[in-house]
């Protein structure tokens, strides 16, 4: 290539903010900061006291511990990347030289100063998140390549590690248990979520060695697989929605999750065609779901903050 040929982003040293956003994928970053909301609605702390806590959680959730997973994963993609999608923003040049890493690692940072104003508890959620996106990409453990700890990691760094730090961000204590009991739930179901973006890439990750659900169940086995998973917790969070006096909002959930079923028998007759088409249903109802379960416990968990804060 002559030096005539050279673009402006071939030589570039230092990536523009545009391409350091492209990396990042803000796209991704929606489901934890709706985990963190969950959690913000389920402390039955008023909004308005800690209204500033939110805005930083919400930017811890999303513009730093998610960001901050997405950069960890392209960059230890890297290779993978040049011959799969050479236009993604590190091999393609525009995230010269190890700036990848390097971004990767100031949003690290980033995202446990902005831990620390918010209190231990915070910290030590987001310092867990952070744990589990390194792992998640990064070897020796590289959780991605097997579908069973890749997914719960996933699934814990998504939805239950998010929906804590909001609790605790806004009750400025470890959050009830019925709160955690709840996060751990979601989480789990999120695995079921997790195995169905795998339908994607079933030939690739075969060829890769990443040993995704569908490539080590088959795709219709993994797609029962997914389903269940889903199903079960949502299953599990009615009872105890019923047994905490809340039959209102279980109903809400069991209304939801009977569409779901619904839905999912769509999803069977050709689950790599429709699992997109069922991610932009069958789990939107999934998340609402969350959000009746928060706010079926807000009440009481509002009476035990009153009680903490007049200690």
Known sequence: MSDQALTPAAVRSVPSPATVLELLKPITWFAPMWALMCGVVSSGVPLLERWWEILLGILLAGPLVCATSQAVNDWFDRHVDAINEPNRPIPSGRVPGRWGLYIALIWSAMSLAVAWVLGVWVFWAALLGLILAWAYSMPPARLKLNGWWGNAACGFAYEGIPWFTGAALMMAMAPDWKIVALAVLYSIGAHGIMTLNDFKAVEGDRQMGVRSLPVQLGVKPAAYFACVVMALPQAAVIW????????????????????????????????????????????????????????????????????????
């Open 240 to 311: 105890l929605l019923f047994d905490w006096g809340h039959p209102v909002y279980a109903a809400g959930v069991v209304a939801l999750l009977s569409v779901q079923l619904v839905l999912m028998v769509r999803l069977f007759e050709d689950p790599r065609k429709m699992a997109p088409w069922y991610n932009a249903t069958g789990t939107t109802l999934y998340v609402l779901g969350m959000l009746v379960a928060a706010f079926a416990i807000r009440p009481e968990m509002a009476a035990i903050a009153a009680g903490a804060g007049g200690q």
